[in-house]
């Protein structure tokens, strides 16, 4: 069975500053990998994916994640982060293209002026 | 892009009653549906798989009784909460994929309060 961990519930930083979500995952066959970013009260919406080739993937936002084969990790960066960034930050696996989702516990990401 | 649209937002409905929430994917035919629950401040879980004319598949511990799902065209499905009691109130998000260039799309999720 699949698992995901993310191993920070709260990360504060000041804006413009750089920043890493970690996420750990946990499976015996090839999964995809997946960042999702959550407001208030609204629906997941899709930041990156890894399915397979270049292990550095860059999505929206400027948002980019590394899959780490080694380390079974996913984390997730951004250079400099804006105040609108703040939200709940979500990593999870798929079993291949199930579809099916098993999803971390969920990062908040608190960006101060 | 892929749009799925979830409706209502928000829902308030009262114990013992039953509730209707849609999920439909506006631009692409989704031959699967996902529904997930969200309780505060905690990470979405997968209830159900919702595949076009067939019966839905449900996790471990989810009452396919309480939670009716019907996806009855590739562009639809829908999660009718039954008998509702407050423990059920919830934020309810679908999420639905139709090709693997698409990914899985959310819907804007529903908040549901049973009083």
């Known amino acids: 069975a699949q698992s995901v961990t993310q191993l920070d519930s709260q990360v504060p930083v000041f804006e413009e500053a750089p920043v890493e979500l970690r996420c750990n995952y946990s499976?015996?066959?090839?999964?995809?990998l997946f960042w999702y970013v959550q407001y208030p009260n609204q629906g997941l919406q899709l930041l990156l994916k890894y399915l397979s080739g270049s292990t550095l993937v860059k999505g929206i936002n400027g948002f980019e994640a590394e899959f780490n084969k080694s380390q079974t990790s996913f984390h997730l960066r951004k250079p400099s982060v804006h105040i609108s960034d703040t939200a709940e930050y979500f990593c999870?696996?798929?079993?291949?293209?199930?579809?099916?989702?098993?999803f971390g516990q969920g990062t908040t990401l608190q960006v101060k002026p | 892009g892929a749009v799925v649209s979830q409706h209502p937002s928000r829902v308030i409905c009262k114990s013992g009653t039953s509730v209707k929430i849609e999920c439909r994917s506006l631009d692409f035919q989704a031959t699967t549906m996902f529904w997930y629950r969200q309780f505060p401040k905690k990470s979405l879980m997968l209830m159900a798989t919702s595949n076009e004319g067939s019966k839905a598949t449900y996790e471990q511990g989810v009452e396919k009784d309480k939670f009716l799902i019907n996806h009855a065209s590739l562009t639809l499905s829908t999660l009718t909460v039954t008998s509702a009691h407050p423990e059920d109130s919830s934020f309810y998000i679908c999420?639905?994929?139709?090709?693997?260039?698409?990914?899985?799309?959310f819907g804007s999720g529903t908040r549901l309060t049973v009083v």
């Open positions: 999420s639905a994929t139709g090709d693997r260039d698409y990914g899985y799309t």
């Open positions: 499976s015996s066959v090839s999964v995809y």
């Open positions: 999870a696996v798929s079993r291949g293209n199930t579809g099916k989702l098993i």
